[in-house]
């Protein structure tokens, strides 16, 4: 019984455009299951070398076997991969969204999965880091990534959802960069996303987007993923992170002493290790900051609703605390809290120097779910 091929409206449309003889395509051959994907005119490492073109269908490799054009299984990706979101969101829209992620670990690549599943087509994904066997547990990258730059991986697992999305890679340290190769990464970003375990790298990104103008949204775990903060800034109109660290000094100090975590910062870069934490755990929070994501990438749309200016920051219980940790704000499990942290008018960043207090408030509106 021959195999059934299936490949890419798209990929066939340009494969017949071909005019300079044969021409490999690759991608799965699957010959236990009856089936061959071609995916792709050009290698890579995922795809092998399945078939060739010629003036009249396909002759395919290590099978003897040719199929007409007009014989083959078209599937119009394209169309069918927005169709479970039209409707919903403005899919033309949210295509030509550009998101920058600073960051790419358990909580970067997740938030970046949602947002391609969402049909956002533009990235530009920084982080210097290489995918080892201690990210496998939470991170949406797999084996085949091992030893890869994250930045390689998370790109390779968005083209296997959306090959159309348009996306550049910089394995790089945003501190390593000048203040203009700096600007240039973000430039042109609808969004930054930072989830770094870097505050230096949070607090530049803060500077970066402010300078910018660009929305920005920051995004960290608690120990052991028991909890989360979810900060959304928009220039000129929220606090910012600048203002949001010193909120966070005041208020959770307290919770910061009673807390011993294994280092994950740049503080002491030969301890550093993968902090523990459940996926699931880490599942919860991403899920809503993903949500914050949407919103702020499409401020016309219902999901503005979202965006309370003066409740940008949001802290999550993911369900699983340690005992007597964090009971001064949760108090039952997935509690769901939004705090009011307001602007420094003397915050260097938001340039508000108005010769005013700093005011922080500890009205937090609890939402339980």
């Known amino acids: 019984m021959n195999p059934k091929i299936i490949i890419p409206q798209e990929l066939l449309l340009e494969i017949r455009s071909c ?24 290698p890579h490492d995922d795809l092998k070398k399945v078939a060739r073109i010629n003036s009249q ?42 998101v920058a992620f600073i960051g790419l670990g358990s909580v970067g690549s997740q938030i970046a999965l949602h947002l391609t599943q969402s049909a956002i087509g533009r990235f530009i994904l920084l982080d210097p880091d290489g995918f080892s066997a201690s990210n496998l547990a939470r991170h949406v990258c797999d084996m085949r990534d091992l030893g890869r730059y994250k930045t390689k991986a998370v790109k390779d697992m968005i083209l296997r959802r959306n090959p159309q999305a348009a996306i550049q890679t910089f394995e790089e340290n945003l501190l390593d960069l000048s203040w203009h190769e700096q600007m240039e990464r973000l430039q042109g970003s609808d969004l930054v996303i930072s989830t770094t375990d870097s505050t230096a790298a949070q607090f530049m990104a803060n500077e970066l987007c402010h300078s910018l103008q ?34 966070r000094q005041s208020y959770l100090s307290e919770l910061k002493k ?108 609890r939402n339980p779910i």
């Open 19 to 42: 005019s300079d003889g044969l021409e490999d395509c690759y991608g799965i051959a699957r010959f236990n299951e009856g089936l061959i994907q071609i995916l792709s005119l050009q």
């Open 258 to 365: 009673k807390e011993q975590r294994i280092p994950y910062s740049d503080e002491q870069p030969s301890e550093l290790k993968a902090e523990p934490g459940l996926a699931i755990d880490i599942a919860y929070i991403v899920a809503i900051a993903s949500a914050y994501a949407l919103a702020l990438l499409l401020p016309d749309s219902n999901r503005n609703s979202l965006l309370d200016l003066d409740r940008n920051l949001t802290l999550v219980h993911a369900g699983s605390l340690p005992q007597d940790r964090y009971s001064e704000i949760f108090h039952q499990p997935f509690d769901f809290l939004l705090a009011r942290v307001k602007r420094d008018d003397a915050c260097p960043i938001c340039q508000k120097s108005t010769g005013g207090t700093y005011e922080t408030s500890t009205d937090f509106s």
């Open 214 to 247: 660009i929305p920005s949204l920051y995004v960290g775990c608690y120990e052991r993923a028991c909890a989360g903060e979810i900060l959304f800034v928009k220039p000129g109109q929220t606090a910012c992170f600048n203002c949001f660290m010193e909120f």
């Open 57 to 98: 269908g396909i002759e395919l490799e290590d099978y003897p076997y040719s199929i007409p054009f007009a014989e083959m299984e078209t599937i119009p990706v394209s169309d069918e991969f927005i169709s479970r979101s039209q409707g919903v969101i403005d899919t033309s829209i949210v295509a030509a969204r550009k």
